[in-house]
């Protein structure tokens, strides 16, 4: 298991965009599937998008064509950019990796987790 620290997360109004960074550290970033979750109070943690190892990246239907995923990996760093931000994207969003050079929807298949940090879109 890594560390992982999500940073980015703030207020913004609909249509807005926010950019989510996350530093990961202490396992071989470069093997391992990067994704982020998300979760609103009394619901699931949702994925939103994940990246595998080697780069290709997928979005859930509810953000596909407005976030975007990437990663870098000499960095160690996975980014999340927010664009055409709605009031349902309100949630804390949740960096998390699984080593695995494949990548997972499934909140199980990950071992290491972010803290979260708070998104909040209003109207």
């Known amino acids: 298991q890594g560390q992982l620290v999500e940073s980015g997360g703030g207020s913004v109004q609909a249509g807005g965009s926010l950019r989510l960074s996350c530093a990961a550290s202490?396992?071989?970033?470069?093997?391992?599937?990067m994704a982020w979750f998300r979760q609103t109070p009394g619901k699931e943690r949702e994925g939103v998008a994940v990246i595998t190892a080697h780069g290709i990246a997928t979005s859930s239907n509810s953000v596909q064509g407005r976030f975007t995923i990437s990663r870098d990996n000499t960095k160690n760093m996975v980014y999340l950019q927010m664009n055409s931000l709605k009031p349902e994207d309100t949630a804390v969003y949740y960096c998390a990796s699984r080593p695995f050079w494949t990548c997972s929807w499934s909140i199980k298949d990950y071992n290491s987790w972010g803290q979260g940090t708070q998104v909040t879109v209003s109207s």
């Open positions: 202490g396992y071989t970033f470069s093997v391992s599937c």
